[in-house]
């Protein structure tokens, strides 16, 4: 018998049992890490039981040896000085390489004592985190290295190994580097951030990063309809059984068609939803007229618009000096393109303008249509047509 539980583990597990209960076990962990360090404690975007905050808890000393404290503050102060030199894992200055490769070692170089105290508010003071779980964190993952000998025998050792290395990996490596390198762009935020995939299941919805920087505060990753953010199906879940209460998610943009001009409520309405509108603005005015003005040009002028779109939509501080060159070349070369793209930094004051009084608000957007609508562009005129029937109200 205990030949077989030496071999075997206590459970006694064959192969197909113990690849479940390995990806039952770093799912939880990945839970634990978007869902109650992320959405919970970094950004406060629900609320959770403390009874499923404490198992989080314990759950993340047990497999990453990390603290509450530290992954706040750590990952606030990414987003507060996110592709600076300040910033704690940006691919984008420190290079794709080093954050793949060094993204746990980065983690540790950026848990500094003022850093700490100055993101780190709000996390737990209480006698766990200062007797337990913060001075002892090694202790945490030894703990877990037994629970899978015992449980699972000798082959423990490898489920303990792959436990070690799924967090610096998927979320310390693949989220902070490809998360901000490669992907597609739903918004154009101020950041460089990009969903990796549609589906965020392998990392708990964490593959949707554009949409999670675009709106840092959203318990709900997912933006479109054919995205699937399997952290937030954990959040329904646990609001269901009273376990959690959402805060706050992205705007949802509504419309009333019966609407005839733009009056305060569209302009408020339309400063709310900003980056769907400048998402909009994308799809609606530049990429048809990239397309008209490539359409006219020679065929040995096609390459130069081979990356218009992303030249004309980017923030200027994401761009190289080569891109930046490429788009005053088309501006200059091109009057629709130049106009259009001025229109689009015109709108973008005005949403800068969003702290000012309503009215004064309003007379910025309405002055903004006016000069679209004069402008001669079918596409703009439409789109400006649209900006009146935004509303603040609910569907």
């Known amino acids: 018998m205990w030949e077989q539980v030496w071999q075997q583990g206590l459970l006694g597990t064959n192969v197909w049992q113990f690849l479940i209960a390995m990806l039952v076990m770093t799912h939880i962990t990945i839970i634990s890490v978007t869902v109650y360090l992320h959405r919970f404690s970094a950004h406060r975007s ?21 603290s509450t404290k530290e992954w706040t503050a750590i990952h606030r102060k990414h987003h507060a000085k996110c592709e600076t030199k300040d ?21 540790k170089q950026a848990a500094t004592p003022e850093t700490l105290a100055r993101y780190g508010n709000g996390t737990p003071d209480d006698w766990l985190e200062r007797k337990v779980y913060t001075p002892h964190k090694l202790k945490g993952v030894f703990l877990m290295l037994a629970i899978d000998l015992l449980a699972f ?14 967090m610096p990996v998927f979320a310390a490596g693949v989220i902070n ?27 708990g919805g964490e593959e949707l990063h554009n949409n999670h920087h675009t709106y840092p505060n959203s318990a709900k990753l997912s933006v479109k309809k054919w995205e699937f953010d399997i952290g937030w199906m954990w959040i329904k879940t ?114 800068a303008r969003r702290s000012a009084g309503g009215e004064e608000l309003l007379q910025a957007l309405k002055q903004w249509c006016h000069e679209a609508e004069q402008s001669g562009i079918d596409g703009l005129k439409e789109f400006a047509d649209q900006l009146r029937l935004y509303t603040l109200k609910t569907a």
């Open 87 to 107: 910033d704690p894992h940006s691919p984008v200055v420190k290079g794709l390489k080093t954050v793949l490769l060094q993204g746990a070692e980065l983690y």
């Open 238 to 351: 646990f609001e269901f059984f009273g376990l959690a209460n959402v805060r706050k998610v992205a705007p949802v943009p509504v419309k009333d068609k019966s609407k005839q001009a733009l009056d305060l409520d569209a302009a408020k309405a339309a400063v709310h939803n900003r980056f769907q509108i400048m998402s909009s603005y994308t799809k609606n005015v530049i990429r048809p007229a990239i397309k008209e003005e490539k359409a006219k040009a020679h065929a040995e002028l096609h390459q130069a618009f081979r990356k218009a779109k992303k030249i004309l939509c980017r923030d200027e501080a994401l761009l190289s000096d080569k891109a930046i060159k490429q788009r005053d070349s088309l501006l200059d070369s091109h009057d629709l393109l130049n106009e259009i793209y001025k229109k689009k930094q015109e709108l973008q004051a005005v949403w």
């Open 153 to 166: 025998g000798p082959i423990g050792i490898t489920l303990w190994a792959i436990q070690m290395m799924w």
């Open 46 to 66: 629900l609320e959770l039981h403390p009874a499923l905050q404490h198992f989080f808890r314990f759950w993340i000393w047990l497999t990453t040896a990390q």
């Open 177 to 203: 580097g490809l998360g901000h390198f490669w992907g597609y762009r739903n918004f154009e935020c101020s950041d460089a951030a990009t969903n990796i995939s549609p589906w965020g299941i392998l990392i």
